[in-house]
């Protein structure tokens, strides 16, 4: 315990030098503002800057790069909720409450739970980082393949439960999802799958514009279908601060949210993504009104906002003690620290400890940042929503254009968020959400990985899933999470019947 | 009243269709690439048992359409779908020759015309402040490599 305090003093000593706080502070903002940008994600922005880092000090250019990482998790989600536009995936889950406060006037609300869970979030992660990353780290490494496989799956499910449509067609959703995500080139032979002759699919169908399609331009195309009846725009706030009702509601979703955040966010792969759909899957089940969910709970808010920043606070140490990344942003961390010759990995916390503690209470830092920065902003973010919607979509519109050709700098990609977009309409049409489709499609190519390293493993046997003991255990709660998910589907027929009998 | 005279529902109908179709077709195309075994997949393993299992929900979509009463489709708003996604795929095809100001005015006016009280001129006008804000942001401050104006240079 003397050591870990001792160890953060020492960070907290690093964290606070003028030229470091100066960057934690652009880092934290940037972070921000490309967040609440709808298609400008954290990933192209750190690419974008990581050549202006090679004049810096190694702990300021990583200090900054860290907090564009998680100052767009928040930022991302202040789009969710005034516009329904999640700018991360991790934000998904908090356009489906998020959007619906906004819609009845409570955006205020939502973005200050949204502000205070992740403050609380990140800054209690941050000291699970501090004290328990060694500790974490030896459970994460005895994580095999089957493992892997195991979780993924168990990743999946919790995207049915948390579609409020029909479970049969959330299920085809996730599969839709896999499938899209075959697309490019097997990892393993180098054979191109599902190109149709185009280079631009080699390395698979880009996330950005499918879920800007999906999720941006689709949402558009309904909002304009019925003009007249003001939707999309949402109705002018009362009342920025949450009511007492909110915060009692709220504080244990923020503790569950953490806890989740933490736990998921160690583990390669899932991150923040998973810790904000699984948390927010188990706000619906602990809630005593589980109907209330989608349609503008505050929990499905809280929990959901702390999960994902614990998680990208949490997501640092398979990176900073394995050297491991474990998504896309991590591997351009890798590439920051790299340019600074610093290798990242188990070597990292005896050789460099200043650069360590002090990445790590920066985070803390940052976090505290992130609230003063946007406490007071959310008053400019919810002018925002004073804007007649015929104003706004276009703006939406031309955000989404510019980001997906900027991927590549071609008009590719646009295209393809057209054709995401078309789908999307169809989706809403045919009453199929889309969500578990990008989760399907996120984590379909993992899923397919390391069933196949799984299976070489095991000589091809498929009782290496139940004969790993971790794995075991996962599947074991799969199968819980199965006959929980039967219950509430039962009622929901039953609801369905009696809607019948009232008609 | 409906065309299979019992209960049934047109949205399941359609959606069950199209995902047994795609199912099916993409199983098909996973048996052109090697299957190998499950010790050592190929690439068109996973493929296709991910197609199969797609085309099987689909199957059992399709089928629950035909037998049990559901929401149909309700309308489909042509004019915003052709105009908003034509104005986006305007925009990929001129962005590089046209420059960004002019390709980004095309895209909010081409989009805009989908709703029906704006007038041409606060479009015209929309589509100016836009362009140019968008280009404060993304060309001057992100940095983003599409010229401002077209090459006018012979």
Redesign the interface.
């Known amino acids: 315990m003397i050591d870990l305090f001792g160890n953060i003093a020492m960070g907290l000593g690093v964290a606070v030098q003028p030229m470091n706080l100066a960057f934690c502070f652009i880092g934290a903002l940037l972070g921000t503002l490309i967040g609440v940008?709808p298609g400008?994600g954290p990933t192209a922005?750190m690419a974008?800057l990581l050549p202006l880092t090679f004049g810096l000090p190694t702990e300021a250019s990583i200090i900054m790069l860290a907090g564009i990482y998680y100052g767009a998790q928040y930022g991302g989600s202040t789009t969710a909720i005034l516009l329904n536009l999640p700018g991360e995936t991790s934000s998904v889950v908090t356009t489906l409450d998020g959007h619906q406060m906004a819609k009845q006037g409570r955006a205020g609300a939502a973005l200050a739970i949204a502000a205070i869970g992740s403050l609380f979030g990140g800054s209690v992660a941050t000291l699970v980082l501090a004290a328990f990353g060694p500790i974490m780290t030896r459970a994460a490494l005895s994580f095999e393949a089957a493992d892997y496989f195991s979780l993924i799956l168990f990743g999946l499910l919790v995207s049915i439960v948390l579609a409020h449509g029909s479970v049969?067609?959330s299920?085809?959703m996730v599969?839709?999802g896999?499938?899209l995500g075959?697309i490019g080139v097997?990892i393993?032979?180098g054979?191109f799958?599902?190109t149709f002759g185009l280079m631009q699919l080699a390395e698979g169908i880009n996330f950005v514009p499918l879920a800007m399609g999906l999720f941006g331009?689709a949402e558009?195309?309904r909002n304009?279908?019925n003009?007249g009846a003001d939707v999309g725009t949402v109705r002018p706030l009362s009342s920025l601060w949450p009511t007492r009702d909110d915060m009692r509601r709220s504080w244990p979703a923020v503790l569950r949210g953490t806890a989740v955040g933490s736990l998921l966010g160690v583990l390669p792969g899932g991150g923040a993504t998973l810790a904000s759909f699984a948390s927010y899957s188990l706000e619906k089940k602990v809630a005593a009104n589980p109907s209330r969910f989608g349609k503008g709970a505050i929990e499905g808010v809280a929990g959901p906002e702390t999960a994902n920043n614990a998680a990208a606070q949490t997501s640092f140490v398979p990176l900073l003690t394995l050297g491991l990344p474990t998504n896309a942003v991590m591997a351009l961390l890798v590439g920051a620290f790299i340019i600074q010759g610093v290798q990242p990995g188990p070597m990292m916390l005896k050789q460099q400890p200043a650069l360590f503690w002090g990445l790590i209470s920066s985070m803390w830092i940052g976090n505290l940042m992130l609230v003063i920065i946007n406490l007071p902003l959310i008053g400019l973010w919810v002018k925002l929503l004073r804007v007649r919607y015929?104003?706004l979509?276009?703006?939406v519109?031309?955000?989404?254009?510019?980001g997906a050709?900027?991927l590549n700098?071609s008009?590719?990609d646009?295209?393809v968020?057209?054709a995401f977009?078309?789908i999307g309409?169809l989706l809403i049409?045919?009453?199929?959400e889309p969500a578990p489709l990008l989760l399907g499609f996120v984590l379909?190519p993992m899923l397919?990985e390391n069933?196949?390293r799984a299976?070489?493993l095991s000589?091809?046997s498929?009782l290496t899933f139940v004969e790993r003991p971790i794995s075991l255990t996962i599947l074991i709660a799969l199968a819980v999470t199965l006959v929980m998910l039967a219950l509430p589907s039962l009622r929901r027929k039953r609801d369905v019947a009696f809607a019948?009998e009232e008609s | 009243m409906t065309p299979f005279g019992i209960k049934h529902s047109s949205q399941d109908i359609i959606a069950g269709a199209i995902f047994l179709a795609s199912g099916l077709a993409g199983v098909f195309g996973s048996f052109s690439y090697p299957m190998g075994t499950a010790l050592q997949m190929g690439p068109g393993y996973f493929p296709a048992v991910v197609f199969g299992v797609l085309a099987a929900l689909g199957a059992a979509i399709l089928l629950k359409g035909l037998l049990v009463a559901g929401p149909g489709i309700t309308g489909w708003a042509w004019r915003p779908f052709a105009l908003v996604l034509g104005g986006l795929v305007l925009f990929a095809l001129v962005a590089q020759t046209l420059g960004f100001i002019l390709s980004c005015m095309a895209l909010v006016l081409v989009a805009t015309a989908a709703v029906p009280g704006l007038t041409l001129r606060s479009r015209l006008v929309l589509a100016l402040v836009l362009a140019g804000f968008c280009w404060v942001v993304f060309l001057l401050g992100l940095g983003i490599l599409i010229p401002t104006w077209p090459d006018l240079t012979p």
Do not use: H, W
Not at chain 1, 397 to 402: D, E, H, Q, T, W
Not at chain 1, 429 to 432: A, R, T, W
């Open positions: 940008l400008v922005t974008l049969l067609k299920v085809t599969a839709a896999i499938a075959t097997d393993n032979t054979q799958r599902f331009v558009i195309l304009l279908e003009r015929e104003y979509f276009p703006a519109l031309l955000f989404c254009a510019i050709y900027s700098n008009g590719f646009v295209l968020m057209v977009g078309a309409y049409k045919l009453g199929c379909g397919e069933l196949r299976l070489m000589r091809g498929l019948e």
